[in-house]
């Protein structure tokens, strides 16, 4: 009997060019009716082989091209990539505290405008197109900040491996201190205007739980195993640069509205992240000494040989550079492991059945950037 | 039940409402949107005249198209070297000892050694491609006279794609680089040549004088 009713399940693309995929991600659903069967993600789409044009190129000469493996957070790119690389030098002792300062307040301030558009893309996902428009508002603040001490608005080449390109002026650091007591209630007015909206929590809330052991099985990291209410983060687990000097707190999933490691729970921990960054540069203002911002570095470096794995936490969980060096002017190989790839990994498990509109829900607080996945 | 059906749709209204306030207070607050062409956002001080909101306009360090002061170069090929993508293509050929000089005459430093630049190579072919220009700045950093610069030139549209690459070569300099440098090494061959007759007749003297001697 159960044979004879048997219905076929319907195969349907969602993407390349799916408005919710932000950017060119494919997936191939299995539906029954509108509930997801299956779903298989499909890769590849912006892939461009960095990690093989770093071995025909300079130590040095890799570094802009790091801006485009996370354009969203180029800056925290940046500083893995250079970090990993004084490491393996065995300079990481000689940078100048300025410059690690420096470092510190502007990979916070790109986790804040990288944190804002990946909440304002989860809610435009939902169908709340106004946030999204708040928060790039506020996001072209923190660009006009970084074009002032860099020259360039989204690909910034700014850390270098050695310190910083440039010093940063006076006006610079009393601008940013005014760009944060302007945008710290706006974060709250931005709650009040979607996150305590009850009809975008019933949206977000109990929608693909990730207990925490599933959260650690499938690597997630970052925003999104916190949301899971796992408590680790680099920056205070394994700190690195001046974090150990700052006080902050570690935002994590408590279920919030619903059960832990619900939707809601993950996007909850990236507002609150904001708030910490927010907290982190205000305190790195203060701290900031005068000095140098670059130690000398050859035009030409050759890193001994051997291998490193250097990690940072990126807004998109912690971004990993496995470098080997042969002593040559260019890596013999590089990896690099991003956050949105365990993210993305995670989706066949948490998208069976449930409704395609909600696998929307999913990406969108997931936070996959699709070139940080493809490189 | 009954009572959390209707307490359901009050709180889907006083959200909706809470919400709202939020967006109608908005309409009130000062507009961020530049209207870039009628703007002229090239700096901080022409993107006031017309533009009332907080953004500022380009910094003096804006990262445009890259500009080449030929008199400046000393055709050393390092930004050649430097940029990762190649988008740079350098030619030169050989030239008379010369100092550059900045616009007041004063000779240029090497920014890296503080001594004095010297030009010895003219510059034959020097082509930016800026549709590979990844506007990176670090050829600029790696330049140690400061003639290759970025400039705060944004709009990159052109016609066709040969107009993409920038020649800061014409063919008139070149031809006057090229004929120098054969002068030049004409007349290192001709002194060569007569420095080897002279040592020809030296020769020749001692060996006359040891014959002599005989």
Redesign the interface.
């Known amino acids: 009997m159960t044979s004879a009713l048997k219905t076929e399940y319907l195969t349907i693309n969602m993407g390349p060019q799916h408005p919710s995929t932000h950017g060119v991600i494919r997936f191939i659903l299995k539906t029954d009716g509108e509930i997801i069967h299956e779903c298989d993600p499909d890769v590849g789409y912006l892939h461009r082989g960095i990690e093989k044009l770093a071995e025909s190129i300079t130590w040095q000469g890799f570094v802009p091209y790091t801006d485009r493996v996370d354009y969203v957070c180029a800056m925290n790119s940046n500083l893995a990539y250079c970090m990993a690389v004084e490491k393996l030098m065995g300079m990481d002792s000689e940078i100048p505290k300025r410059a690690e300062y420096i470092r510190v307040i502007v990979s916070e301030m790109n986790r804040i405008s990288s944190h804002a558009v990946a909440i304002g893309a989860a809610d435009m996902d939902m169908g709340a197109f106004t946030p999204f428009i708040h928060f790039l508002r506020e996001r072209e603040h923190i660009n006009d900040l970084f074009e002032m001490i860099c020259g360039a608005r989204l690909t910034y080449n700014y850390i270098c491996i050695g310190g910083v390109n440039a010093d940063v002026s006076p006006t610079f650091l009393s601008k940013t201190a005014e760009f944060l007591d302007h945008f710290e209630p706006i974060v709250e007015q931005i709650n009040r205007l979607i996150s305590y909206n009850q009809i975008f929590i019933k949206r977000f809330a109990d929608v693909a739980i990730v207990p925490p052991k599933m959260a650690i099985d499938y690597n997630l990291v970052g925003p999104n195993l916190r949301g899971s209410g796992v408590k680790f983060d680099i920056r205070k687990d394994k700190p690195y640069s001046i974090y150990p000097e700052v006080d902050f707190n570690v935002p994590i999933g408590t279920g919030r509205a619903g059960t832990l490691g619900d939707c809601y729970d993950r996007y909850m921990v990236r507002v609150e992240e904001i708030n910490e960054s927010i907290k982190i540069i205000r305190q790195c203002l203060k701290q900031i000494p005068d000095g140098e911002t670059k130690a000398i570095v050859k035009s030409s470096i050759k890193p001994p040989k051997g291998h490193i794995y250097f990690r940072t936490e990126t807004p998109r969980g912690d971004t990993g550079y496995f470098i080997v060096s042969d002593g040559k002017t260019s890596p013999a190989r590089l990896k690099i492991r991003t956050g949105s790839f365990t993210g993305m990994s995670i989706i066949p498990e948490i998208a069976r059945g449930v409704f395609i509109a909600d696998l929307v829900a999913i990406i969108g607080s997931l936070d996959v950037v699709a070139p940080e996945l493809d490189r | 039940m009954m009572g959390a059906y209707f307490q359901n749709i009050k709180?889907?209204f006083t959200?909706?409402f809470?919400?709202m306030s939020?967006?109608f207070a908005?309409m009130f607050v000062r507009k961020?949107t530049v209207q870039y062409p009628e703007v002229d956002i090239t700096s901080n001080k022409t993107i006031a005249e017309k533009y009332k909101g907080?953004?500022?306009g380009?910094?003096d360090?804006?990262?445009g198209v890259l500009i080449l002061e030929n008199g400046l170069c000393t055709a050393c090929q390092i930004c050649q070297r430097?940029?990762?993508i190649d988008c740079i293509a350098i030619e030169n050929a050989k030239c008379d000892k010369t100092k550059p000089t900045d616009k007041d005459g004063k000779p240029v430093l090497n920014r890296f050694t503080q001594k004095e630049a010297i030009k010895t190579r003219a510059l034959t072919r020097f082509d930016i491609n800026i549709a590979k220009c990844?506007?990176?700045?670090?050829c600029e950093?790696?330049c140690p006279t400061g003639a290759i610069h970025?400039t705060k030139q944004f709009e990159m549209n052109r016609e066709c794609q040969e107009d993409l690459v920038l020649r800061f070569v014409s063919d008139g300099e070149k031809e006057i680089a090229v004929k120098r440098a054969e002068e030049i090494e004409a007349e290192a061959e001709a002194k060569k040549a007569a420095k080897a007759e002279k040592e020809k007749e030296a020769k020749e003297k001692e060996e006359q004088e040891k014959g002599a001697e005989e």
Do not use: K
Not at chain 2, 134 to 138: E, H, K, V
């Open positions: 709180n889907g959200t909706v809470e919400g939020i967006t908005t961020e907080s953004l500022m380009m910094p360090n804006y990262r430097t940029c990762p990844m506007f990176c700045g670090l950093a790696a970025h």
